[in-house]
């Protein structure tokens, strides 16, 4: 497990930093960066058997501030097409209705999505941000003669 995810002990007379609010950002499509990713496994609920499980900390820097949020993309076969949403919003090369996941372009990656207002099921008051869609990353178009 990554630093970033288990973080660290604090100690007894130690100084502690207040950190930032968390910032909302309206529902819209948004540039993406994958600030870090961690392989891990999903424990299984009644929809979905234990299996592989990717947790993203996907950062957006919007007019109203910067958020991070929390995504995870698990590797079950009714999951796929979300795994390919992902991958090809990073720059993934679609073969034949196929894309190659790879795992070692995620970090850092760049992408866009669409970014909706969820709330909390167990506290109505409290929104966060989701992804709701991933969506393909845009081919240069290249002309003879312009740069």
Known sequence: MSDDYRGK???WDEEV?????YVLIPEGEYDFTVESFERSRF?????????????????VDA???????????????KMQWK????FLSIGAEE??????????????STGRAKIEVTTDKKD????????KKFLPKQKKQFKAGEF
Not at 17 to 21: I, Q, R, S, T, V
Not at 50 to 57: D, M, S, T
Not at 83 to 86: D, T
Not at 95 to 108: E, S
């Open 124 to 131: 109505p008051n409290k929104k966060y941000n989701h992804v």
């Open 95 to 108: 073969t034949d209705g196929r894309v190659k996941m790879n795992w070692q372009m995620v970090p850092q």
């Open 9 to 11: 002990e604090i100690g």
């Open 17 to 21: 930093e207040k950190g930032n609010e």
């Open 43 to 59: 424990e299984g609920s009644d929809k979905v058997p234990p299996c592989n499980r990717a947790l993203l900390k996907i950062r």
């Open 83 to 86: 795994l390919a949403e992902f």
């Open 63 to 77: 007019p109203e501030g910067t958020t991070v949020m929390n995504e995870s993309l698990l590797l079950y076969d």
